[in-house]
């Protein structure tokens, strides 16, 4: 069955996240549920020490690092403890005393991120800080900054980024510019491998896996040579150690089997597809129909972000009334089109349109939308 043909027990899913999956992968895991590969166990039975295992783990390592041409020397890891947990072990791994962690804060993540790398400041010794260099909260987040706004000193550890503000809606559309010896940090957990990148300007990116690479409970980390030299050089415990875990190639305990497993044939899926180039081109024709939709409605759908950093992966928009825009999700999901409620935080109507979120979910989104209109308008 191919991508678009939906099932009719199935939905349109515009889910932030734990998001859509490729049908033909769920219909894969279904198939090979109950015996793996002619074993007779399922994967979810299977030691992480088998040679099964093995070569999910690594198959699902080879995928990515094909599907994001990852540079060599540069390490793919898994962990547990989604995006969260890595808030917290950049400030443990990459801060050096008397070099600031340099932040921008584009949105509620990447406050939770320097929140979080705050509180470990405690587990580090003096002369350890991170501070905030550039936010939009005064205009609730509704953009991202230009390139010129993004001033980082030469004295910082490393700058963090939200690469895609899942709540806000709003996108980088470029990389920041790092002087020499500042690491380039970024939490692209809901944006990864929805567009190309050149991943060799980077330090470290990471993504829980739950929104476009696969299931919830894998984080996938990518780090720079630079990025496990400076991890190398404390001791941390184990798991919070990226050069421990890049060490033992992310089997240092047992690893969230079932999550790698699904990643691994969703990477496999898209690099079947076209990979990052033909991704790129049908999120951005998903986003243009979206926004189109919005501008198009003379002022009763309202997006949230301004035009520049409008997000291709969360489109948020409002409409002219909180009642409108319950009735809206609840009119939406008796069509089909389910995952619409903005974050509880903001309120408002939010559409993520992850990878696998097909052409044909949005065309219906936005025959509903001009339908709703006709009604309510
Ligand atoms: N960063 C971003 C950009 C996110 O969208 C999310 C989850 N929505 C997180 C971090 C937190 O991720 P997790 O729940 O995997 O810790």
Redesign the pocket.
């Given at each position: 069955m191919g991508t678009n043909a939906k099932p009719k027990e199935r939905v349109y899913n515009f889910n932030?996240?734990p998001a859509a999956l490729p049908l033909p992968v769920l219909e894969r895991v279904r198939d090979e549920l109950l015996s793996f590969e002619g074993t007779g166990l399922s994967i979810l039975e299977t030691s992480h020490r088998s040679p099964e295992y093995k070569r999910v783990h690594e198959g699902a390592m080879a995928a990515l690092r094909r599907l994001l041409r990852v540079p060599d020397g540069y390490e793919v890891l898994f962990l547990g403890?989604?995006?969260?947990?890595q808030?917290a072990m950049v400030a443990l791994n990459l801060l050096e005393p008397g070099r600031p962690g340099d932040y921008l804060l584009t949105?509620r993540?990447s406050q939770?991120?320097l929140q979080e790398a705050q509180k470990a400041l405690g587990l580090l010794g003096e002369g350890h800080r991170v501070r905030a260099i550039w936010s939009s909260e005064v205009t609730d987040y509704d953009r991202v900054p230009r390139p010129d706004e993004v001033r980082v000193s030469p004295d910082a550890s490393y700058l963090h980024y939200?690469s895609?503000?899942?709540?806000a809606g709003t996108q980088f559309h470029y990389v920041p510019e790092v002087p020499e010896g500042v690491l380039l940090v970024c939490?692209a957990?809901?944006d990864i491998a929805s567009r190309p990148l050149d991943l060799g300007r980077f330090d470290l990116i990471y993504a829980?896996a739950?929104?476009n690479l696969g299931p919830?409970g894998v984080?996938v980390i990518i780090a720079s040579p630079q990025a496990l030299e400076r991890s190398r050089r404390r001791a941390r415990p184990s798991l919070l150690s990226y050069a421990a875990v890049a060490e033992k190639a992310s089997l240092l305990n047992t690893p969230p089997v079932f999550a790698v497993y699904v990643v691994k044939l969703v990477a496999e899926h898209y690099l079947a597809e076209g990979g990052l180039e033909a991704l790129a081109e049908r999120n951005e024709q998903k986003a243009r129909l979206l926004y189109g939709a919005i501008d198009g409605s003379g002022g009763f759908y309202r997006g949230c972000a301004r035009p520049e950093s409008r997000s291709r992966m969360n489109v948020t928009f409002r409409l002219p009334s909180e009642g409108l825009e319950a009735k809206f999700v609840e009119e939406a999901e008796r069509e089909g089109l389910v995952g619409l409620k903005g974050h509880r935080s903001v309120g408002g109507i939010r559409a993520s349109l992850y990878n696998a979120v097909p052409l044909e979910a949005v065309e219906a989104l936005v025959a509903f939308m001009r339908e709703f209109q006709r009604r309510h308008g």
């Open positions: 932030p996240g403890g989604g995006a969260t947990l808030f949105g993540w939770k991120a939200t895609n503000n899942t709540i939490d957990s809901s829980g739950q929104k919830a984080t």
